[in-house]
């Protein structure tokens, strides 16, 4: 079991900004791996936000329609950190944000399910 841990999570109105990190085992940063960032707003699904399809030193970077060119994804493997940054924040952005990460064996899905390990969630709260 791969442990991650997200941090960052809080409170902010509208239109604001904020950053959210997962950690992850460093040795995963040294193969070829799928990084996602998935959120969960209450009453509803697990959606896939944004993916960081990482093969060697090649990085390739999806995002949902939702949040393309709002939100980006990174990776420092110095740091063995994922991060995920959210500008122009909306009340729909709201819900419970997880990292997970699987093998890369060609493509990384969006599809939660496919998933192997996951953090625990940080909550996102963005008032009008």
């Known amino acids: 079991q791969i442990h991650l841990e997200e941090t960052g999570g809080g409170s902010v109105q509208a239109g604001g900004s904020l950053r959210l990190s997962c950690s992850a085992p460093?040795?995963?940063?040294?193969?070829?791996?799928?990084m996602g960032w998935f959120r969960q707003a209450p009453g509803k699904e697990r959606e896939w936000v944004a993916t960081l399809d990482k093969v060697f030193s090649t990085r390739v970077t999806r995002f949902s329609d939702t949040v393309r060119g709002r939100f980006s994804i990174s990776g420092d493997s110095g740091d063995s950190t994922l991060f995920l940054e959210m500008n122009a924040l909306q009340t729909d952005d709201t819900g419970t944000y997880f990292c997970a990460t699987r093998r890369h064996d060609g493509y990384c899905p969006d599809n939660s399910a496919r998933y192997e390990h996951w953090g625990q969630g940080t909550q996102v709260i963005v008032s009008s």
């Open positions: 460093a040795y995963i940063w040294r193969t070829a791996v799928c």
